[in-house]
């Protein structure tokens, strides 16, 4: 497993924009695919972006598609999420994780590493 950290959430406009990070401590994340996920109150965890080990290959909800971009720096150990346009229905707690396949999933369940999430709000 690796240890993960979110950052970056918020309290947002609607229409603003926001950069989440995810950062592994202590070990590389390299050769792992990395998925951001979100869950609202009351609502299951769902898949927002997802990105394979060399960064050549993204996935994207239908939901966020055109408004969020998925990167990755390997130099830097980070993955980052670049949030436009956003609006109340993105409003969840972010969670990135790492699965050690490397290709980027959209299902949760083939993550083994998660962060403690970060919080969005868009206020509409």
């Known amino acids: 497993q690796v240890p993960l950290v979110e950052s970056g959430g918020g309290l947002v406009q609607a229409g603003d924009s926001l950069r989440l990070s995810c950062a592994a401590s202590?070990?590389?994340?390299?050769?792992?695919?990395v998925g951001w996920f979100r869950q609202a109150p009351g609502k299951e965890r769902e898949f927002v972006a997802a990105?394979?080990?060399?960064?050549?290959?993204?996935y994207y909800a239908d939901s966020v598609k055109g408004r969020f971009t998925i990167s990755r720096d390997n130099a830097k150990n980070t993955v980052s999420l670049q949030m436009n346009s956003l609006n109340a229905e993105d409003t969840a707690v972010y969670y990135c994780?790492?699965?050690?396949?490397?290709?980027?999933?959209?299902?949760?369940?083939?993550?083994?590493?998660w962060g403690q999430g970060t919080q969005v709000t868009v206020s509409s």
């Open positions: 994780g790492a699965e050690a396949g490397g290709y980027g999933s959209m299902k949760s369940d083939e993550y083994d590493s």
């Open positions: 990105i394979n080990w060399s960064g050549g290959r993204t």
């Open positions: 202590g070990r590389t994340l390299r050769t792992y695919g």
